[in-house]
């Protein structure tokens, strides 16, 4: 774990985050929103990857983030096959391999600059310790 005065408040904020993912994917769309081409899994992409590169801003260890990697991965994939079983909503191959891009691009977040901005945050705010 990296070096986080709020890595509990941190850890908690991320998982909330996943809450919501897993609430917005299974959630009932009542009107059919506008087709884009692309927009749909893009979104899929951007989402995923923000999830996994706010975990990357916590943990640094390769086996941790290989672990939360794997889970939205396969959480990704569940969720799609929940919409397709829920008889309103699609389950569609394409959004799970988008899915799991953005996990791949969020875990290679963890060796960018980017992996330090909860750290530079908290030096920032200059909190209590």
């Not at 709020?6 to 909330?16: K, Q, R």
């Not at 917005?24 to 506008?34: C, G, I, K, Q, Y």
């Not at 989402?47 to 996994?52: D, G, K, T």
């Not at 909503?89 to 290679?108: I, K, Q, W």
């Amino acid at each position: 774990m990296r070096p986080l005065r709020f890595a509990s408040l941190w850890v908690a904020v991320g998982w909330l985050l996943v809450a919501g993912l897993v609430a917005v994917s299974l959630v009932t769309v009542p009107v059919e929103a506008p087709k884009l081409p692309f927009v749909d899994k893009l979104a899929h992409l951007v989402v995923y990857l923000l999830v996994m590169a706010w975990f990357a801003q916590i943990w640094s260890s390769w086996r941790a983030l290989s672990a939360h990697a794997c889970f939205l991965v396969l959480l990704g994939v569940a969720l799609e096959l929940l919409q397709g079983a829920s008889g309103h909503r699609s389950a569609e191959a394409v959004d799970a391999v988008a899915n799991a891009a953005g996990v791949l691009l969020g875990t290679l977040t963890a060796r960018t600059p980017a992996s330090g901005l909860l750290a530079r945050l908290e030096a920032r705010l200059r909190w209590p310790r």
